[in-house]
Nanobody, 132 residues
């Protein structure tokens, strides 16, 4: 059972930056697919960024060029650096993870991207508020 704990949320003005962190425990290997989701009031939860076990990242169009997802396997921590924040980025941000799936045929391929999201384990969420 993997546990995830987010931190780093807060309130900033538009154009500002925040860095979210997610520490995971309960699993000692690095073959983990991780992602950040957000939920804006009244809307469905959406994925904003996902990263596979070797650091390949995939981003939602709405955050490309502004957000960067990364991992520090030695510290069991995932990060989301958010720059040039906009009021529409406000919401509850969640860290999510799953054991990375791999497709072996026709070629070996990691299944960890916006089309193969990790949703097995979730953190409690951290609030991000961006004011105009």
């Amino acid at each position: 059972q993997m546990q995830l704990v987010e931190s780093g949320g807060g309130s900033v003005q538009a154009g500002g930056s925040l860095r979210l962190s997610c520490i995971y425990s309960g699993y000692k290997y690095t073959d983990v697919c991780m992602a950040w989701f957000r939920q804006i009031s009244g809307k469905e939860r959406e994925a904003v960024a996902v990263i596979d076990s070797v650091g390949n990242a995939d981003y939602a169009d709405s955050v490309k060029g502004r957000f960067t997802i990364s991992k520090d396997n030695a510290k069991n921590t995932e990060f989301l650096q958010m720059n040039n924040l906009k009021p529409e980025d406000s919401g509850m941000y969640y860290c999510a993870a799953a054991l990375e799936r791999v497709r072996l045929s026709p070629v070996r391929e990691r299944l960890c991207d916006l089309g193969n999201l990790p949703t097995d384990y979730w953190g409690q969420g951290t609030q991000v508020t961006v004011s105009a």
